[in-house]
């Protein structure tokens, strides 16, 4: 079975401490991407899992997104909750590429 393809967009702290440690670890994931703006929170996360170092890394997420096909991207909570909210809506938040 293909393992599920995802892309990392925010490498800050959050995401070092929940998202990205649960997907390096499961065999069911593959990691394709990773975009910050800032090069050391990607260098943070290489260092923590070196399976990441040859994982391509973008400092914008729109040159990820076109590069990369067919990846989930997983949010941070606060985002879940201004999308359940509607303070932001969805066409307004997710670029089109």
Excluded at 31 to 53: C, M
Excluded at 54 to 68: A, C, G, N, T
Aim: aromatic share 8%; proline share 7%.
């Amino acid at each position: 079975m293909a393992q599920i393809r995802f892309g990392i967009i925010g490498c800050g702290r959050f995401m070092g401490n929940s998202h990205i440690p649960r997907l390096v670890a499961s065999k069911e994931t593959e990691i394709v991407g990773l975009a910050d703006p800032t090069l050391e929170s990607i260098d943070q996360r290489q260092t923590d899992h070196p399976t990441l170092n040859s994982v391509p890394d973008y400092r914008d997420h729109r040159e990820m997104l076109r590069k990369q096909n067919r990846m989930l991207l997983p949010l941070h909570p606060l985002t879940h909750y201004i999308w359940n909210t509607q303070w932001i809506r969805l066409p307004q938040t997710v670029m089109s590429y």
